[in-house]
Nanobody, 121 residues
Framework: QVQLVESGGGLVQPGGSLRLSCAASKSISSIGAMGWYRQAPGKERELVAVITNGGTTNYADSVKGRFSISRDNAKKTVTLQMNSLKPEDTAVYYC???????????????WGQGTQVTVSS
């Protein structure tokens, strides 16, 4: 079974920090670009940050300087460190893999189940 499993969401006060992690299932042998997206109530899902398997990163303007994405290719994990959180960062955060290889099969656009991040005093 091909899975991405997120963890680390929760409730935090404005100005606080959270660290989100996403782990790929053991059946996945390699992964292309990985990213974090978020969806707030009544809004479309939007890209937060993406990292290629070579380590190149890109961020939404709204999170630049506050969020940091990293990955461990050996452990098949991607992490989003979120600092200086604001109420407008409140959303469900989803992990995404552009493409994954399972044996000789390549599957595209794999999503995790999402984890809630709430920034509120």
């Amino acid at each position: 079974q091909v899975q991405l499993v997120e963890s680390g969401g929760g409730l935090v006060q404005p100005g606080g920090s959270l660290r989100l992690s996403c782990a790929a299932s053991k059946s996945i042998s390699s992964i292309g670009a990985m990213g974090w997206y978020r969806q707030a109530p009544g809004k479309e899902r939007e890209l937060v940050a993406v990292i290629t398997n070579g380590g190149t990163t890109n961020y939404a303007d709204s999170v630049k300087g506050r969020f940091s994405i990293s990955r461990d290719n050996a452990k098949k994990t991607v992490t989003l460190q979120m600092n200086s959180l604001k109420p407008e960062d409140t959303a469900v955060y989803y992990c995404n893999a552009e493409a994954v290889r399972i044996g000789v099969v390549v599957r595209y656009d794999i999503w995790g189940q999402g984890t809630q991040v709430t920034v509120s005093s």
